[in-house]
């Protein structure tokens, strides 16, 4: 794993130096938009929805939607006046009853790695939290942004887990709840007899994503039997470089305006070095294709071919081959 933070926790005069890890991982299965003839994706452009017209990346602000559907947007500058805390303390507020905090509040969750020289520290604030039944209630900058969070123990590991804040819990405002429900003394019995019946204990291995599983097994049967789609490649722009480039670049302008910092556009005349680097191989593989087409009669490379037809005629004459 890869440190994405680094920094100190800090309680009354005692200061571990730490380093933080994403401690999960999203396995959901992503799809893409892509064009049903020929497998290729599908591409946005960056359009106005008044006047149609599409609108650069220096043109692009940040804007806020009010309730009543106003828009409010916000210059460079509004931006610099937020505030902001690139503070690396992990600074305990209180200790409090483990029991108090509702798992509602939970959010995200990170492992907290010490440092070599700080093993101590760290062993000691980790046994304490464990022997008192408590966790501490912190305060943390992640990404620029102050937020609350708590330090509990899992295994042998500090977790630093984000609470949610209170107003972003849902009330569960339902009516249905209010009216008044009568339950026999026998009908608790037999619903205290039906959960004795279904108990035990939790085992994570028993559950698995049966959805993933079931995508990835129709995904290796068309890999199998060759029902892919190729994707041709765009030779003449680079098409495939530009698009990364591209998503770089707007990630660099956000991250400089969630800064607050002037965010400049490239100049559209200069080229790349990593374009200019990955035209090169599109256009021996150009030469080579046409040189393929000129020559009767030659062995296949094993390269992708143009047509569902060529392709079809390279399967049949690889069995032919064996067989002899």
């Not at 991982?25 to 994706?41: K, L, S, T």
């Not at 939607?65 to 690396?88: F, H, R, W, Y």
């Not at 302008?253 to 990955?278: F, L, Q």
């Amino acid at each position: 794993m890869r440190a994405m933070w680094k920094g100190a926790v800090s309680f009354g005069l005692v200061n571990v130096p730490v380093r933080l890890y994403s401690a999960t991982e999203n396995h959901d299965v992503q799809f893409r938009q892509v064009h049903r003839e020929d497998g290729g994706r599908i591409k946005y452009q960056r359009v106005c929805s008044i006047d149609g017209e599409q609108v650069s990346y220096d043109d692009i602000a940040k804007g806020y939607e009010t309730e009543d559907g106003q828009m409010v947007v916000l210059t460079d500058e509004d931006l610099a006046e937020l505030p902001i805390s690139n503070s690396k303390e992990i600074a305990v507020d209180k200790f409090v009853p483990t029991d108090q905090i509702d798992p509602m509040l939970l959010d995200k969750s990170y492992y907290l790695e010490p440092d070599k020289g700080a093993l101590k520290p760290y062993s000691l604030l980790r046994d304490a939290l464990r022997s008192t039944d408590r966790v501490a209630l912190v305060t943390v900058s992640l990404r620029t942004r102050s937020t609350v969070a708590l330090l509990r123990v899992h295994d042998e590991v500090i977790v630093l887990q984000t609470l949610l804040w209170p107003d972003e819990v849902r009330a569960a405002d339902f009516g249905v709840l209010d009216e008044s429900v009568e339950t026999s003394d026998a009908e608790l019995a037999m619903a205290g007899m039906l959960v004795e019946s279904l108990s035990g204990d939790y085992e994570p291995e028993d559950y698995t994503d049966d959805y993933e599983r079931a995508v990835k097994a129709v995904v290796e049967a068309k890999l199998e039997g060759h029902e892919v789609q190729a994707v041709p490649e765009e030779e003449d722009e680079g098409g495939e470089v530009l698009d990364l480039l591209a998503a770089l670049q707007q990630s660099v302008n956000r991250a400089k305006a969630s800064r607050g910092e002037p965010v400049d556009e490239p100049d559209a005349g200069a080229k790349p070095a990593a374009t200019k680097a990955a035209k090169k191989p599109a256009k021996k593989a150009a030469a080579k294709k046409a040189a393929a087409k000129k020559t009767t009669g030659a062995k296949s490379s094993g390269k992708k071919t143009a047509t569902k037809k060529s392709a079809a005629k390279s399967a049949a004459k690889k069995p032919a081959k064996k067989a002899g």
